[in-house]
């Protein structure tokens, strides 16, 4: 069993029991609670205490709680919980640089609609995080603004009001978007071989044959390749280990080939992943330069 603030930070920061009890006991998860290192919120979910912090910083600048702090208001899972809050406030404000400090400053208008009770709304939100914020991060909260009711079609119509180059921005965001993506992990895993040649890895395949059956987390149907975002937390006992062996045993003898990637991996090396999931693209589609012989297969950094 793993703290249950890591496990809930590895999970995108905002999650529910049925999401954590796999990784912590009901016991650890109260104790948390007690101590303040895990609020509930009346969403009934678990969240990371940043919230008052943002609304704190907001309300200190004179300013509106947006982006990932945002997101986390509103429910979402985040690819990373900020570590200081994103505040957003006047395009022509001056914030002196001491005022600055522990806080991620973004400038600017606002209009009336576009902030409830001192955040930036929902559209507001997913937006502002795919013009300022990384292609991985963007995708991770608004898959999972989609997962939690969010409909895309909301942020497509007020993103055709912006000009042209912040427009085109948010609605390619928009369309690798997938709601069902089970948490940030997933996201970032799909926007990372979103753009290798020949791969086309739809979210939660359900492989089956009749005798057997199994969900993964990403799958290519025509290569017939799976990619899996495979925590610890989850599969770190005896038990689960057993369970994943013969799970990826009966879906490779099936003529799947499958791999594997930590969180590490997926949220500090992505070009190891994408180098790897490269590799077997090419395993799967390069005929082999012998009859009979192996395909070549690409270099791999491993380090």
Known sequence: ??????????????????????????????????????????????????????????????????????????????????????????????????????????YRDLAEDEVAGGVTTPVRTVIDCCLDLPFDEALAVFDSSWRDGLKPREVQLAALRLPRRSRDRVLAVARAADPRAANPFESVLRSIVSAIPGLQAQPQVLIDDGRFTARVDLADEQLRIVLEADSFEFHGTRKGLDRDCRRYNAIVVRGWLVLRFTWEQVMFEPGLVASTVRALVALRTERPHRRGGPSRIPAVKTS
């Open 1 to 106: 069993m793993v703290a249950p603030e890591l496990l809930l930070a590895r999970l995108g920061g905002v999650a529910r029991w049925s999401q954590l009890r796999r990784g912590c006991s009901r016991r650890r998860l109260r104790r948390a609670v007690a101590a303040g290192r895990i609020v509930w919120t009346a969403r009934g979910r678990y969240a990371l205490p940043l919230a008052d912090a943002a609304k704190t910083a907001a309300y200190r600048l004179t300013g509106q709680v947006s982006h990932t702090s945002a997101a986390m208001h509103w429910g979402w899972a985040v690819k990373t919980t900020p570590v200081v809050p994103h505040v957003t406030v006047g395009q022509h404000r001056t914030i002196s640089a001491d005022r600055r400090t522990d806080v991620v400053l973004h």
